[in-house]
């Protein structure tokens, strides 16, 4: 009777083993420099955070920010940029009232999104990023809107 208990003890260990699948957390490879990963970007871009927002899919987040400097990407005051929800999704956290640089890329339905794997990062951490960027023949062209300088690609 104890060979039995044992062997089915074993069994049920090994079948529950074989069951679980295992947890994969966010690895990303070296991050570019800031000249690489701005010609790979579709936005690069400098906003606060209005708002984060679950969604649009089970294991997406929607940040919402206000845009004060666009090196590259469409003319927006308002972006909303997608990341996963979580660090082991790789997904960038993103605050409510933070400053960001952003490295955007479109995804495959045409929306922003970023993630910890990109240079994306809080302003006050973009040293390297922000004199690249301000060293851009660009960074000199600025327009004023409703109380914003923005860096205006193409005009």
Request: glycine share 8%.
């Amino acid at each position: 009777m104890k060979i039995f208990l044992f062997v089915l003890t074993i069994i049920a260990i090994v079948t529950t083993m074989t069951a679980i699948s295992p947890a994969y957390s966010c690895s990303c490879d070296q991050t570019p420099l800031p000249a690489q990963a701005f010609q790979e970007a579709a936005a690069v871009v400098m906003g606060k955070g209005l708002s984060i927002d679950d969604g649009p899919g089970p294991y997406l987040v929607s940040a919402t920010l206000r845009v004060s400097r666009i090196w590259k990407g469409e003319k927006t005051f308002l972006l909303k940029i997608l990341t996963g929800n979580d660090s082991a999704m790789c997904g960038f956290y993103f605050q409510e009232g933070k400053s960001y640089v952003i490295y955007a890329y479109k995804d495959q339905d045409g929306q922003l999104e970023t993630n910890n794997c990109t240079r994306s990062t809080l302003t006050e951490r973009a040293t390297a990023d922000l004199a690249y960027l301000y060293s851009l023949p660009s960074a000199e062209k600025e327009s004023s809107c409703c109380g914003s300088k923005n860096i205006l690609a193409g005009d």
